[in-house]
């Protein structure tokens, strides 16, 4: 069946470090990608999206690039601060619409 | 714009008890979804309404879990009894449509003793 798998937690960043947290997936068809972020005391939020192979979704300085040949959806940022301590999520949708199957999180945190 | 909103905010229970959820969603959308975040997972899905219909609650526990959505509008999700491995945050979101981004509530964070 369909699944995520992201890098276990936590990650610990000095502020300014570069950001990898690596996501593989496992779908039949063409999946749409996503990144969510969960801030501490707040609900899921979508960070960004891409919807077909070699898209390269982006917001807040983060980005990912959808591997269709790696099956991979690694999350990115050049220089993080502390505000981005958060839990993050990969996950996938392969029905069209957001009825989405998420990894099991990753919680990063930076220190100043 | 008034995000969703769930209650309560936090839930402690016995084994065996009953409890609910609430969830009012976004004005206007017209997806709803449930989900079980367990510790040190993601969610995922336990049932999905279009309007007052249900479109999918092939995950959901329904020995044990139950949910409505009458009015199309705000939604409960009961359960009952509780079990121990029910202890989650249950999430409620909601969306214009079926394709469209979905938006989370806080969550309401249960735990059964």
């Known amino acids: 069946g369909n699944s995520v798998t992201q890098m276990e937690g936590p990650v610990t960043l000095s502020e300014e470090a570069f950001l990898t947290i690596n996501c593989t997936y496992t779908?039949?068809?063409?999946?749409?990608l996503f990144w969510y972020v969960q801030y501490p005391g707040e609900g899921l939020q979508l960070l960004l999206k891409?919807?077909?192979?070699?898209d390269k979704g982006s917001n807040k300085g983060f980005e990912a690039t959808y591997r269709k040949e790696t099956t991979s959806f690694h999350l990115e940022k050049g220089s993080v601060q502390v505000s981005d301590s958060a839990v993050y999520f990969c996950?996938?949708?392969?029905?069209?619409?957001?009825?989405?199957?998420f990894g099991a999180g990753t919680r990063l945190f930076v220190k100043a | 714009e008034a995000g969703v909103a769930q209650s309560p905010r936090y839930k402690i229970i016995e084994k065996r008890q009953s409890v609910a959820f609430w969830c009012n969603p976004i004005?206007?959308?017209?997806?709803l979804y449930w989900y079980q975040q367990i510790l040190g997972q993601g969610p995922k899905l336990l049932i999905q309404?279009?309007?007052?219909?249900?479109?999918?609650d092939s995950q959901l526990p329904k020995d044990r879990f139950s949910a409505e959505r009458l009015k199309g509008v705000d939604s409960t999700l009961k359960i009952q009894p509780a079990k121990l491995e029910d202890s989650a945050v249950y999430l409620c979101?909601?969306?214009?449509?079926?394709?469209?981004?979905?938006?989370f509530g806080q969550g309401t964070r249960l735990t059964v003793v």
């Open positions: 979101a909601s969306s214009e449509d079926t394709n469209t981004e979905a938006f």
């Open positions: 891409a919807t077909k192979a070699d």
């Open positions: 779908a039949t068809g063409y999946p749409s």
């Open positions: 996950a996938l949708d392969d029905t069209g619409g957001f009825k989405t199957i």
């Open positions: 309404f279009q309007n007052n219909g249900v479109v999918d």
């Open positions: 004005s206007g959308h017209a997806t």
